[in-house]
């Protein structure tokens, strides 16, 4: 079984940071692309960053030159920095990723649970 665990999400200021981590875990064979969605509260999720195998980035507008997704491939984690906060980022985080398990010659989509980020002004 595969699971995702997700971590880094709390309380924040307007203009403050936190970074987001996503570590997959489980009978793994190969991770291709990993991505960070959001959903606020009574909105439809959105596609915040998307990082290929290849470490090719693309980013919703509303988060460029603020928020940074990379990977670490060693530990199977994702990351979503996000610098510069606004009360419209306040939404639950989760990540996606697209990989093949053990056991499996297609790739699949897993999701974390995840993680509430709240910006106060």
């Known amino acids: 079984q595969v699971q995702l665990v997700e971590s880094g999400g709390g309380l924040v200021q307007t203009g403050g940071s936190l970074r987001l981590s996503c570590a997959a875990s489980?009978?793994?064979?190969?991770?291709?692309?990993m991505a960070w969605y959001r959903q606020a509260s009574g909105k439809q999720r959105e596609l915040v960053a998307h990082i290929t195998s290849r470490g090719n980035t693309n980013y919703a507008d509303s988060v460029k030159g603020r928020f940074t997704i990379s990977r670490d491939n060693a530990k199977n984690t994702v990351y979503l920095q996000m610098n510069s906060l606004k009360p419209e980022d306040t939404a639950v985080y989760y990540c996606?990723?697209?990989?093949?398990?053990?056991?499996?010659?297609?790739?699949?989509?897993?999701w974390g649970q995840g993680t509430p980020v709240t910006v106060s002004s």
């Open positions: 996606n990723v697209a990989l093949r398990s053990r056991y499996s010659v297609s790739e699949y989509d897993y």
């Open positions: 489980g009978s793994i064979f190969s991770i291709n692309a």
